[in-house]
């Protein structure tokens, strides 16, 4: 019986992931934090109404290949023998931090016209809030879960254990993350869930094996009716 093929080299989606994701974020490192003033915002959104689109942009458009990731490694998970829920977990994971990310998107791209109305100062600070909690928080608590759910199979499965311990530790900060909606002294648990995932991410592209490897046992079986 012919095995299932592995998918297309998860590399490819994970660099255009990480590629965008980098881009967006450098385009967004001056966005205010959701501690300041309605003003404050709509006056940056009318100052940099073209970079915050653009931004937004990126955002969406890094949800595709992270889509398309998740589901190539979940089918490469069933085919290394993974039956625990973990990968199906990664694959709600992955599929949510999409969502996410989209949203985060559609709300930049709504906030960056608000920059032309001067009476919108209340619609600006929602604005800044929803696209912080979906782009922060949300996206981040759900990239961990598709962190874990790839990390605990290989753990249990015992393919690439440092990385996926490294991945479960990227994971934790993930969820710790959550904690930033009653404080944002827990920001610093966002770069590093984002920033480490993405590095986890790269790795996993290229060290995940595309099948399992033949028993010992069963290799000498079969070299020896050979």
Same mark, same amino acid.
């Given at each position: 019986m012919t095995a299932a093929p592995p998918?297309?080299?998860p590399i490819i989606p994970a660099s255009a992931f990480a590629g965008l994701t980098i881009a967006g974020i450098a385009l967004s490192t001056n966005t205010p934090r959701p501690d300041v003033s309605d003003a404050a915002?709509? =006056?940056y959104l009318g100052e940099h109404a073209a970079q915050a689109r653009l931004a937004a942009f990126l955002t969406v458009a890094a949800a595709a290949p992270l889509a398309i990731w998740t589901t190539t490694v979940y089918q490469r998970m069933r085919a290394l023998g993974s039956t625990a829920p973990g990968s199906t977990i990664a694959l709600i994971g992955g599929a949510l931090a999409s969502a996410m990310a989209v949203l985060c998107g559609f709300v930049g791209w709504a906030g960056a016209r608000l920059g032309d109305d001067p009476g919108a100062?209340?619609? =600006?600070?929602?604005q800044r809030d929803l696209a912080f909690a979906t782009g922060g928080p949300g996206f981040v608590m759900f990239f961990g879960?598709?962190?874990a759910g790839v990390s605990v199979?290989?753990?249990?499965?015992?393919i690439r254990r440092p990385? =996926?311990?490294f991945g479960l530790v990227i994971a934790l900060a993930a969820e710790l993350s959550t904690v930033v909606l009653l404080t944002l002294d827990? =920001?610093?648990t966002l770069p590093i869930a984002?920033?480490?995932g993405l590095v986890w991410l790269i790795l996993v592209s290229l060290l995940l094996p595309a099948r399992r490897p033949a028993r010992p046992e069963r290799a000498s079986t079969m070299a020896g009716v050979a």
């Open positions: 998918g297309p080299p915002v709509l =006056a100062a209340s619609v =600006a600070g929602l879960l598709l962190i199979p290989m753990l249990l499965l015992g990385l =996926a311990i827990a =920001a610093p984002r920033f480490g």
